[in-house]
Nanobody
Framework: QVELVESGGGSVQAGGSLTLSCEVS???????MAWFRQFPGMEREGVAA???????SYAESVTGRFTISQDNAKNTLYLRMNNLTPEDTAMYYC????????????????????????WGQGTQVTVSS
């Protein structure tokens, strides 16, 4: 049974940092993994992804501030978020077994929700000004 469990969300002031974790069970971290976020009333948008071959890509809005990484021994995916702004306030989701359709210099225009097979329950990030 595949399960993704996010943790690490919380409230932080602008300029602060958080690290999200996604513990994976039921399969190994050898497939395309990603972080998405969802603003109230909107569809989920891709934030960062790591592909099967290790290639990493980001949404332009988080490039230089967010870092995706994984620990295969712990079967855990991470998202380190620095220099947070109120515009980063959202529910953050871990997603697995997907694909990144197109990137340019490590930046993707968007990730498609329907390209990812498994999802966690989400963890809330709130950034105050």
């Amino acid at each position: 049974q595949v399960e993704l469990v996010e943790s690490g969300g919380g409230s932080v002031q602008a300029g602060g940092s958080l690290t999200l974790s996604c513990e994976v069970s039921g399969f190994r971290l050898n497939n395309c993994m990603a972080w998405f976020r969802q603003f109230p009333g909107m569809e989920r948008e891709g934030v960062a992804a790591v592909e099967n071959d290790g290639r990493i890509s980001y949404a332009e809005s988080v490039t230089g501030r967010f870092t995706i990484s994984q620990d295969n021994a712990k079967n855990t995916l991470y998202l380190r978020m620095n220099n947070l702004t109120p515009e980063d306030t959202a529910m953050y989701y871990c997603a697995a077994e997907g694909r990144v359709r197109h990137t340019v210099k490590g930046i993707f225009r968007r990730l498609n929700e329907e390209d990812f097979a498994y999802w966690g329950q989400g963890t809330q990030v709130t950034v105050s000004s």
